[in-house]
């Protein structure tokens, strides 16, 4: 697939038809998130596989908020993503470099997350980006160090079915040229 196709393909899926994902394939999808850029290189994006059934059951349980439990219902892995707090956009001794501070370390897990999503959907899987999770009942259940800020929780599983992708803004509405 191209680059392209790639991006097209990637949807935010909410229906999954149970398939596994290999521990290969999930250290292919975080090498390739690995890539991405970072502020001075510092690389703090964490990844924390959520695999086995049991466990998967009890992070949808106590993390999914909302209808998300019902979105993730046969995935075949979760992978909440953080970041090491004030490092990305601190000095050396933990001071923010600028006034984003911590909003670094976002765009960064950002940027990480989005390359991991886009080998998952080269690879043949479908993701789903979950924002509104219960981030302390996730650091719980996986046990998330209190240094590292939960960004998100990426369900991946093979889709059982395509979503129909809302349109785009045009791009007058988004771009401006100097």
Not at 79 to 99: K, R, S, Y
């Amino acid at each position: 697939m191209t680059l392209d196709e790639v991006v097209r393909r990637r949807q935010s899926i909410r229906k999954y038809d149970g398939s596994a994902v290999t521990r290969e394939e999930i250290e292919q999808m975080v090498a390739c998130a690995q890539l991405a850029p970072s502020w001075k290189n510092s690389q703090t994006s964490r990844f924390h596989v959520v695999m086995t059934a049991d466990k998967l059951l009890e992070a949808r349980q106590k993390g999914m908020l909302g209808r998300n439990f019902d979105k993730t219902e046969g995935v075949g892995t979760i992978i909440v993503q953080t970041f090491v707090g004030n490092v990305a956009g601190h000095d050396l001794h933990g001071n923010p470099d600028n006034e984003l501070g911590n909003g670094w370390g976002c765009y960064d897990a950002g940027a990480s997350g989005m390359l991991l999503q886009l080998k998952a959907t080269q690879l043949g899987f479908a993701t789903l980006v979950i924002g509104i999770r219960d981030a302390e009942a996730l650091r719980a259940v996986l046990g998330i160090p209190d240094e590292e800020i939960v960004t998100a929780a990426i369900a991946v599983g093979k889709r059982k079915e395509d979503a129909n992708r809302p349109p785009r803004k045009p791009l007058d509405e988004i771009v401006r040229f100097y």
